[in-house]
């Protein structure tokens, strides 16, 4: 990652993901990402920990990262787990160590995409589940209208591509 990347990210007010959780769809998504998640967890692009912290909550062993020294503070001041500054197309953690791999409305920030889903896919483990989510429409425009896909997939037994 770059340094104008992640101050890019930095220049954000420090509050800036609590637009995040006081939309009733973005409640939504990130209740259903947390139910949806399994074993040991690794929440890439994690913000302030809205999500982390609700898989948390739910008894899951959480890691998290994202590109923003103001979002792991963040994080790390709204619950108790391991929070790190990290680039999703280098991820500092051992292949396979993941039951499941949350990636919350980043992809469509990285370019080329192929460099982040490699990484995640890398880290995620033999029969772990890769959750997806992606926005789609308008998402902090007047009507505030923001929906959003999720879809999990799964790594295959013989670490096949995805």
Same mark, same amino acid.
């Given at each position: ?5 992640? #101050? ?6 420090? $509050?800036?993901?609590?637009? +995040?959780? @006081? $939309?009733?769809? #973005? ?5 259903? %990402? ?14 302030? @920990?809205? !999500?982390?912290? %609700?898989?948390? =909550? ?7 990262? $994202?590109?923003?020294? #103001? ?5 790390? =001041?709204? +619950? ?12 500092? +953690?051992?292949? =396979?160590? +993941? ?22 896919? =890398?880290?995620? @483990?033999? @029969?772990? #589940? !890769?959750? !997806?989510?992606?926005? !789609? ?5 007047? $009507? ?8 999990? %997939? ?9």
């Amino acid at each position: 990652m770059s340094l104008k990347e992640r #101050q890019d990210w930095d220049r954000y007010p420090p $509050d800036f993901t609590k637009l +995040f959780e @006081g $939309d009733p769809a #973005q409640r939504m998504r990130a209740s259903l %990402l947390a139910k949806m998640a399994r074993g040991r967890v690794l929440d890439v692009a994690c913000g302030d @920990g809205f !999500i982390s912290d %609700l898989m948390r =909550r739910r008894g899951l062993e959480v890691t998290a990262c $994202d590109i923003s020294n #103001q979002r792991v503070k963040a994080a790390k =001041r709204l +619950f108790d787990a391991d929070v790190a500054v990290a680039d999703v197309r280098c991820l500092p +953690f051992p292949d =396979r160590s +993941f039951d499941t791999v949350v990636a919350g409305e980043i992809l469509e920030h990285l370019d080329p995409l192929s460099d982040g889903l490699a990484e995640i896919e =890398r880290v995620c @483990g033999e @029969g772990g #589940q !890769i959750l !997806i989510s992606l926005p !789609i429409g308008n998402v902090f425009g007047v $009507d505030r209208t923001h929906r959003w896909w999720i879809e999990p %997939l799964a790594v295959s037994d013989s670490g096949g591509r995805l």
